[in-house]
């Protein structure tokens, strides 16, 4: 069966979507929209104080990165802009490199550093993905295995608790770079200074929360507890007579204009943004080919993780001339309002981003008044939307393996910075694959009485001249020193007189496994013994050409595959076997 390739990158991908596009689909598409705008603008803001960054950052990208990655995506319901995983890897990496370079630096200079490191980020992250979806690198997130996946969301989830519980009871915030667990330990070292008011108001907007999601789950409710609890917290400092309650206003609010800048990387920061800048385009790759598959899958659409790398390739292009604006991902929430909601096409995740727009222009001094501990409500409370525990179930069930590399993942979180954990968990992933790819499987088969295959009992205590070896499996480098040890104990048992080594299942070999098969050859050659070789496919045969074994081992023992009757190589080949031993008998 031919395996279908991948489409090519479009520059007019919607060009299809538009030419059936009527007046009511645009209604569907506008309804949608509006709700999720109305979504959009206190999860930017929320998102804008988990990376702390002003709530411009978090607008900019809810705004301009979701239009331009609609455009050029694949995805009929994709929206964009920030998400909780990229806004923790932002936080996390921009203080890790503060922390290590610039520590010095304070005041409004360190204000400026920080957008000038996200700038870098972002202009990276735009260069990496556009990168990856015309040379498909997107397709190397296939080795990272699904307990990795699920280990480092469960680190981010904890990483969003532990940084929102300090705004939630009012304690200032850890100053320096720290560790998950060392910002844990100082959270409850911390807690005589708690804010009863914002622990209140926190546990308000859960509340609401809680009530509307379960109640009115289409209504846009974070926009509703954002106005609850910012009134309820007024009235409160206006009852204290002093303002006890901790606002947003405290931070840099920035514009809600984006002024324009020229995208160039300073290669004097490269080295040190690079890895983070890496590892947040491969998370933000990560989120939006889930979520636009998944969405695909439900609406009966194709959608194509190129076009989609690309759309989101160009929104963080966009972004890199906004300064001081967030990179752009996928949204879980937000593309799921849109779906329940009926949106019919990317209209619908464009026309959010004007509306977003929009009430952002005329609502901005209101963004003053909202208490911090509302945002943290906020975030703690998309918590459960994070992460699928069934998953995490069926990890601990199904192997021991996917276990610790789901704990493994987890624990490197905690105790590493994000962007290295997300490295290890790569690492671990695809060690975990070449592990398993290099372990080749061995069987060794004897004919029975009716002249069919059978597999040997491995405990078996085998004196047959001629021994049948199957091999299966990646026999590329890797493998070379398992197949060399194995059929070499194999080769040292002087009964054995010829070994009929059958390739039917083999893949991928390489000069390695070349190279081990030649050394067998000489060593029962030089013992006046024999190789015959059954099972050739075309692809190993061409191998075996070029490499020169075929020379080596002579044309007479070796002996192609046939699809229809596949042991009937294996018995010409023993036939063969007996042929040379009753030869060297004479």
């Known amino acids: 069966m031919k395996i279908p390739r991948p489409r090519a990158v479009s520059f007019v991908p919607f060009k299809e979507e538009l030419q059936g596009y009527n007046v009511r689909s645009f209604?569907?598409?506008?309804?949608?929209?509006?709700?999720?705008?109305?979504?959009?603008?206190?999860?930017?803001?929320?998102?804008?104080?988990?990376?702390?960054?002003?709530?411009?950052?978090?607008?900019?990208?809810?705004?301009?990165?979701?239009?331009?990655?609609?455009?050029?995506?694949?995805?009929?319901?994709?929206?964009s802009g920030p998400s909780t995983g990229v806004a923790i890897l932002i936080q996390t990496s921009i203080a890790d490199i503060l922390y290590n370079y610039f520590d010095t630096v304070t005041g409004p200079a360190r204000e400026a550093l920080i957008l000038h490191i996200l700038g870098q980020i972002v202009i990276i992250m735009a260069v990496i993905q556009i990168g990856s979806a015309f040379f498909n690198v997107g397709k190397l997130l296939q080795f990272v295995s699904r307990p990795v996946i699920l280990g480092y969301f469960a680190g981010i989830i904890v990483a969003i608790v532990v940084a929102q519980l300090f705004y939630f009871f009012g304690i200032p915030a850890l100053k320096g770079d720290s560790s998950i667990l060392l910002k844990g330990i100082g959270f409850f070292l911390h807690l005589q200074e708690t804010n009863w008011s914002s622990v209140a108001l926190g546990a308000l907007g859960l509340s609401f929360l809680v009530l509307f999601r379960r109640r009115f789950p289409n209504w846009p409710g974070a926009l509703l507890m954002l106005v609850i609890v910012s009134a309820a917290a007024q009235g409160i400092n206006y009852w204290m007579g002093v303002p006890t309650v901790p606002m947003l206003s405290q931070f840099p609010l920035g514009k809600p204009v984006p002024d324009l800048t020229f995208p160039l990387i300073d290669f004097s920061l490269l080295n040190?943004?690079?890895?983070?800048?890496?590892?947040?385009?491969?998370?933000?790759?990560?989120?939006?080919?889930?979520i636009s598959r998944s969405f695909g899958g439900l609406s009966g659409h194709k959608v194509s993780v190129n076009q989609d790398v690309f759309g989101l390739g160009i929104g963080n292009a966009v972004l890199s001339i906004l300064y001081g604006s967030m990179p752009a991902s996928g949204s879980a929430s937000r593309t799921s309002l849109s779906?329940?909601?009926?949106?019919?096409?990317?209209?619908?995740?464009?026309?959010?981003?004007?509306?977003?727009?929009?009430?952002?222009?005329?609502?901005?001094?209101?963004?003053?008044?909202?208490?911090?501990?509302?945002?943290?409500?906020?975030?703690?409370?998309?918590?459960?939307?994070?992460?699928?525990?069934?998953?995490?179930?069926?990890?601990?069930?199904?192997?021991?393996?996917?276990?610790?590399?789901?704990?493994?993942?987890?624990?490197?979180?905690?105790?590493?910075?994000?962007?290295?954990?997300?490295?290890?968990?790569?690492?671990?992933?695809?060690?975990?694959?070449?592990?398993?790819?290099?372990?080749?499987?061995?069987?060794?088969y004897a004919f029975n009485s009716k002249g069919r295959l059978m597999v040997v009992n491995p405990k078996e205590d085998v004196h047959r001249k001629v021994r049948i070896i199957g091999i299966a499996g990646e026999l590329y480098f890797a493998a070379a020193d398992v197949f060399q040890s194995a059929l070499h104990s194999v080769a040292e048992d002087r009964?054995?007189?010829?070994?009929?080594?059958?390739?039917?299942?083999?893949?991928?070999?390489?000069?390695?496994?070349?190279?081990?098969?030649?050394?067998?050859?000489?060593?029962?050659?030089?013992?006046?013994?024999?190789?015959?070789?059954?099972?050739?496919t075309e692809e190993v045969w061409h191998v075996f050409h070029r490499a020169g074994l075929v020379k080596e081992i002579g044309l007479d023992n070796l002996y192609f595959t046939d699809e229809s009757n596949p042991q009937f190589s294996t018995w010409k080949a023993c036939l063969r076997a007996q042929e040379l031993l009753h030869r060297h008998k004479l």
């Not at 930017?44 to 239009?67: E, K, V, W």
């Not at 040190?272 to 889930?290: D, G, M, T, Y």
């Not at 010829?498 to 030089?526: E, F």
């Open 339 to 444: 779906y329940r909601l009926n949106a019919k096409t990317r209209i619908a995740a464009i026309l959010s981003g004007i509306f977003t727009a929009i009430i952002i222009y005329f609502c901005w001094p209101l963004v003053r008044s909202i208490p911090l501990a509302a945002l943290a409500a906020l975030l703690i409370a998309t918590v459960p939307t994070l992460m699928n525990f069934d998953e995490i179930k069926l990890a601990f069930r199904a192997t021991r393996e996917d276990a610790w590399v789901f704990l493994l993942t987890f624990i490197s979180c905690l105790i590493f910075s994000l962007d290295i954990a997300f490295f290890i968990g790569i690492v671990i992933s695809i060690g975990n694959f070449l592990r398993k790819s290099s372990t080749p499987h061995l069987v060794e």
């Open 495 to 536: 009964n054995v007189q010829a070994i009929v080594l059958r390739l039917n299942n083999v893949y991928n070999m390489d000069a390695s496994m070349c190279l081990a098969i030649i050394s067998l050859h000489d060593l029962l050659k030089s013992t006046g013994r024999y190789l015959v070789i059954s099972g050739l």
């Open 27 to 79: 209604r569907d598409d506008a309804l949608a929209a509006l709700a999720v705008a109305l979504m959009t603008v206190p999860q930017s803001i929320a998102y804008s104080l988990l990376a702390g960054l002003p709530p411009s950052a978090g607008l900019f990208s809810a705004i301009f990165g979701t239009i331009f990655t609609a455009i050029w995506g694949s995805s009929r319901h994709l929206v």
């Open 272 to 290: 040190k943004v690079f890895p983070a800048a890496v590892a947040i385009s491969f998370l933000a790759i990560l989120e939006v080919f889930s």
